[in-house]
């Protein structure tokens, strides 16, 4: 991969814009095997939901801001992760996992790489939080308000100061959770034929039907 230069991720031709509004900007990179991205520049706060895994390698050529998983991504499979990288340079994400870069305060650029070795495209989608001020790295927020009296604790996956992200199964969890007072909510269908529909209702604008989320994956409450 040529180090020289690079392009806003608004700009990068893997990561494509599926949906955006004055809240959030939702696209998805698409990193068939062996394929690479162009050095590129994060600097929203991006939360990063895998609809399709596989083993990936970065460049990393300024900024350092670390991923925080999701709950789900327990701790041998970090280690497992720190394990790979060190042995062979890639790290595989699993399919439905979710993490945090807080890009906003610690800007990063970097380069994507697939491993030869996948054997279907890298679907990583990300969605970038664009009407908040810094964020505290990501730190799960103290105060109490309506979005979290109204959240079941066994859902949620991560607790960041722009969102409450949480794991749904069903159309009838779905529809108890667009029911919430929040900003906006943000469904990401991440199993079966429905897999990376999304869903979005609140200010803004909408985009999408919840009939094409209705399987499982992840509801993104906005606070």
Same mark, same amino acid.
């Given at each position: 991969m040529e180090r020289e230069g690079w392009v806003p991720v608004t700009e990068e031709k893997n990561h494509r814009e599926l949906f955006r509004n004055d809240l959030i900007r939702v696209y998805m990179a698409v990193l068939p095997p062996g394929s690479h991205t162009e050095y590129h520049r994060h600097d929203q706060d991006t939360l990063y939901i895998v609809i399709a895994g596989g083993s990936s390698s970065t460049d990393t050529v300024e900024g350092r801001a670390p991923y925080r998983f999701g709950r789900s991504v327990v701790?041998? %499979?970090k280690m497992a992760m720190l394990f790979s990288r060190a042995l062979c340079g890639y790290v595989r994400l699993p399919t439905g996992s979710a993490m945090f870069m807080a890009n906003r305060s610690l800007p990063i650029i970097h380069a994507v790489k697939a491993a030869p $070795?996948? #054997? !279907?495209?890298?679907?990583?989608? +990300?969605? &970038?939080?664009? !009407?908040?001020?810094? #964020? !505290?790295? +990501? %730190?799960? %927020? &103290?105060?109490s308000d309506n979005i979290s009296n109204m959240v079941d604790v066994r859902t949620v996956e991560l607790a960041i100061e722009q969102a409450f992200v949480m794991?749904? !199964? $069903?159309? &009838? &969890?779905?529809r108890e959770m667009l029911n919430m007072s929040a900003r906006g909510?943000?469904?990401?269908?991440?199993? +079966?034929?429905?897999?990376g529909n999304i869903f979005y209702a609140g200010e803004g604008g909408g985009t999408g039907a919840i009939a094409q989320v209705a399987t499982s994956g992840f509801v993104v409450a906005l606070t």
């Open positions: 701790l041998w %499979r $070795g996948n #054997t !279907s495209p890298m679907l990583l989608m +990300g969605i &970038e939080f664009l !009407s908040r001020g810094p #964020t !505290s790295a +990501g %730190r799960p %927020r &103290e105060s794991r749904y !199964s $069903g159309i &009838e &969890e779905l909510i943000l469904a990401v269908a991440v199993s +079966g034929m429905a897999a």
